[in-house]
C-alpha cells in the first residue's frame, strides 16, 4: 500500500529547489503527486503531496525532515485522508483598487455562508494606463448543497459594493 505526505517548505529562492526535493522523494521510491509551489519576494514557498510505499514513508519523511540549507524550512506530516462532501465547485473572481482588508472580508463571509476555499490566488499588478494598484484574487470555491444561491449572489453582489471591488462568480459580474 501507499501511504501521502504533506510538504510545507520555504527558502530563499534559488535554482536548484525543487530539483533537491523531488530527488529525495525519488530516491525513496515516492512520487510527487500535485504541488502548489511560487516565488514570493525573494523567498520560494510551495505545498506538495507525495505518496511513498508505506515501507518507504518513514524513511522519507525522516530525510526530508533533515534537510538544511541556510533559510531552509520545512515541515512533513502525514496526509489525513478525510472523505470528500460533494458540492458545487464555483470560481469567485474579484479585480478592484488595492486596499486593505479584501480577502478579510471575502473570505469572512465564505465561511459565514459555509462556502470552503478549495483554492485561492491573488496579486498585485499595475492598472495599464495609470500605473494604479491593482488587486486581483481568483478563489475556486465549494458551495454547501444547502446554500440559497440567489441571496448568496446577491450578498456577494452587496459585499462587492461595500468594498469597490468588481467580483464575477462562474464568469458572471455581480
Not at 1 to 26: A, N, Q
Not at 107 to 119: D, S, Y
Amino acid at each position: 500500500m501507499k501511504s501521502d505526505l504533506i510538504i510545507v517548505f520555504t527558502c530563499p529562492d534559488r535554482p536548484g529547489v525543487v530539483e533537491h526535493l523531488t530527488s529525495v522523494v525519488v530516491k525513496h521510491g515516492g512520487n510527487w503527486e500535485e504541488s502548489r509551489l511560487a516565488r514570493l519576494c525573494g523567498d520560494f514557498a510551495g505545498i506538495a503531496r507525495v505518496s511513498a510505499a508505506d515501507a518507504n514513508v518513514e524513511q522519507l519523511s525522516q530525510e526530508l525532515k533533515s534537510l538544511a540549507w541556510p533559510g531552509l524550512t520545512l515541515h512533513v506530516k502525514s496526509a489525513e485522508t478525510q472523505a470528500h462532501v460533494p458540492c458545487a465547485m464555483a470560481k469567485l473572481q474579484c479585480a478592484g483598487a488595492d486596499h486593505e482588508g479584501i480577502v478579510s472580508r471575502i473570505t469572512a463571509f465564505l465561511a459565514k455562508q459555509k462556502i470552503n476555499v478549495e483554492e485561492l490566488s491573488t496579486a498585485v499588478v499595475p492598472a495599464p494606463t495609470t500605473g494604479t494598484p491593482v488587486f486581483q484574487m481568483s478563489c475556486l470555491v465549494g458551495l454547501p448543497e444547502s446554500i440559497e444561491y440567489a441571496e448568496m449572489v446577491e450578498s456577494l453582489r452587496e459585499l462587492g459594493r461595500e468594498l469597490a471591488v468588481d467580483l464575477t462568480l462562474d464568469g458572471q459580474a455581480l
